[in-house]
């Protein structure tokens, strides 16, 4: 498990809030541990893989929720726990450290605003589920050049500047970028304008109002 000692101390009224999220990853951890999985090296090596998943994303949780000024209302525990189930099991099932790190952020951006929504968390936690790293980094350029923007008006120049800060370095070309993308528009992160009606060829893309509640939300997607 997670050394706590090494995280700064929970700051006043949060404790039920760690209690909770500890008691469902260690629930997370035991039915891990159970799986029904002969007992051989390859069942032990499964095991240690998720405990180690696990614990890694108790960590990350933890330091997040301590970063911030929480605290959590008797109503609202209905609420956290399927949020607490469905973090660990994205990290039991592999989800990477970074969308780990902003699901955390979420749930605390959740917290802070009394706004502790579990169907919202979950609605959330799957548009982002599985992203790759360069998606996520595509998705967060997109929302940091369409937030000084107006919508519609100036969509072509947010186009060209997410290009500009991506390409080559993340993607090999503008045609990489744009299905990455067609992808997060897929899953709504993303709006796109036919480049038709603006009398080009490809379609030009800027951060959906969604996209814009989830950085509202975590304040930072890196």
Do not use: W
């Not at 614990?55 to 956290?80: F, N, S, T, Y």
């Not at 592999?94 to 699901?103: H, P, Q, S, Y």
């Not at 799957?126 to 519609?152: C, D, F, M, V, W």
């Amino acid at each position: 498990m997670t050394d706590n000692s090494k995280l700064p101390a929970p700051r006043k009224g949060s404790g039920k809030i760690f209690d909770i999220c500890l008691g469902v990853a260690a629930d997370v951890a035991s039915v891990a541990s159970a799986g029904g999985l002969p007992t051989n090296a390859a069942a032990e090596l499964i095991k240690a893989f998720k405990q180690k998943r696990i614990d890694a994303a108790e960590e990350v949780l933890l330091a997040e929720l301590r970063a911030g000024k929480i605290d959590l209302k008797d109503a609202e525990a209905e609420e956290l726990i399927p949020i607490a189930y469905r973090f660990f099991r994205a990290a039991e099932e592999g989800e990477a450290v970074r969308t780990l790190r902003i699901f955390a952020r979420i749930l605390a951006g959740q917290l802070q605003s009394d706004a502790l929504d579990a169907s919202n968390f979950a609605f959330t936690a799957n548009a982002l589920s599985g992203l790759p790293e360069r998606e996520l980094s595509l998705l967060a350029e997109y929302i940091e050049q369409t937030e000084p923007h107006a919508e519609g008006k100036e969509t072509r120049n947010i186009q060209e500047y997410v290009e500009i800060a991506l390409v080559p370095d993340v993607y090999s070309s503008k045609l990489d970028l744009s299905a990455s993308a067609s992808l997060l528009a897929g899953r709504g992160l993303l709006l796109g304008i036919d480049e038709a009606m603006l009398g080009g060829g490809l379609t030009r893309y800027f951060a959906s109002p969604f996209a814009k509640a989830i950085k509202a939300l975590a304040k930072d997607l890196n």
